[in-house]
């Protein structure tokens, strides 16, 4: 009989969080196509990156929440349906896609 | 006494210190040794002067019978007294969905904004410079699980809230379409977040030839 892997301790815990969430893959690739968008342009209304990063209502909303709890962005409610900004964390991440992203658009 | 003086400075200081080292977490001695921050301090170390010369002025005995006393007595009271009064608020103004502090805590949060912008712009170069020359040698598919959880165990007390979250950003990469070396620095970067540059600087060297990129076939 096969037997569930139960954590003894926190290097365990972390070690199958970390599993978890590479084979949950719900609104990762969402989420980094909202990073380097935001890269680009640091906050924006959240109705204009719905229309930009062109992915369905579901798969982006998830991208939101990851990134969310990923610590990465935060959401600021308004009247305009909401502004996306990235966190302290989230620039430095978006500094680092840019390099990416200025290399693609040297070559392209 | 001129050493009273000293240490209300200092405890003004020391306070701007906590405020700088609560916000810079990764490495705070090279937060605290920047000019903005410096300035920080210097400004809380005033207001303590500056809150034990008007106890001064006035007489205050704070109720201290014996005169040896009353000095640290009122370089206590100068150290909070300029504290409290530095970072209290009058009342709140409601614009929309925000709320605005009217009173002397709003020009310390703009004073502590502009230090943190100043701070973290000066440090984002040392630590862009720090994570490519650190992570020069490491190979992403390599060091995504190892490097991390060797860190986590060098260090033993990260929050599991910060785990957590540090998963979801390794997972986010491990399954993102970009080059090598981009998520390389990433890993690098957000590790250097959690656990500061000497850990990670560590963790790197010890783990060595583990996740080193493969040489080459001949």
Redesign the interface.
């Known amino acids: 009989m096969q037997q569930k892997f139960v954590p003894e301790d ?2 365990g ?3 199958s ?2 599993q ?3 084979h ?2 719900k609104g ?1 690739g969402a ?2 196509l909202i990073m380097s968008r935001l890269a680009r342009q640091k906050e924006a209304p959240v109705t204009q990156m719905m229309t930009k990063v062109k992915v369905s209502w579901s798969d982006f909303t998830e991208g939101l929440k ?1 990134l969310e ?4 962005i935060e959401m600021e ?3 305009n349906g909401g502004t996306l900004r990235l966190t ?2 989230g620039q ?2 978006a ?3 840019s ?2 992203l200025d290399d693609d658009e040297d070559q392209g | 006494m001129w050493l009273e003086w000293v240490v209300a400075g200092l405890f003004g200081a020391l306070i701007g210190a906590g405020e700088i080292v609560s916000q810079f977490r990764d490495e705070p001695d090279d937060a605290l040794r920047t000019v903005p921050a410096l300035g920080y301090m210097l400004f809380n170390a005033l207001a303590s002067l500056f809150a034990l010369a008007v106890i001064r002025v006035f007489g205050w005995t704070m109720g201290v019978q014996d005169p040896a006393m009353t000095g640290w007595a009122q370089v206590v009271v100068a150290g909070f007294g300029a504290m409290a009064l530095l970072r209290a608020s009058i009342f709140n103004v409601r614009n ?2 925000q709320v605005i502090t009217i009173g002397p805590s709003r020009f310390l949060e703009i004073v502590l904004a502009s230090v943190k912008d100043a701070v ?1 712009r000066k440090r ?1 170069e040392q ?2 410079v720090a994570v490519s020359e650190i992570m020069k040698n490491v190979d992403f598919e390599k060091a995504w ?1 190892a490097l ?2 060797y860190c ?2 060098l260090l033993q007390n ?1 929050p ?1 809230e910060e ?3 540090f ?6 990469l ?6 090598a070396r ?1 998520k390389t ?2 890993l690098g ?2 590790l250097m ?1 959690l656990v500061g540059e000497k850990v990670l600087a560590t963790g790197v060297k010890n783990l060595d030839e583990e996740i080193r990129p493969s040489p080459p076939a001949s």
């Open positions: 926190d290097f815990s972390f070690l969080s970390v978890r969430a590479v949950q893959q990762q989420s980094m990851y709890d990923a610590g990465l409610d308004d009247e302290d964390e430095h991440w500094q680092t896609i390099l990416e | 929309g969905d973290d984002a630590r862009g699980m991390p959880a986590f165990g990260l599991q785990q957590d979250k998963g979801k950003k390794l997972a986010l491990a399954n993102s379409p970009m080059s981009v620095l990433l970067l957000t977040n």
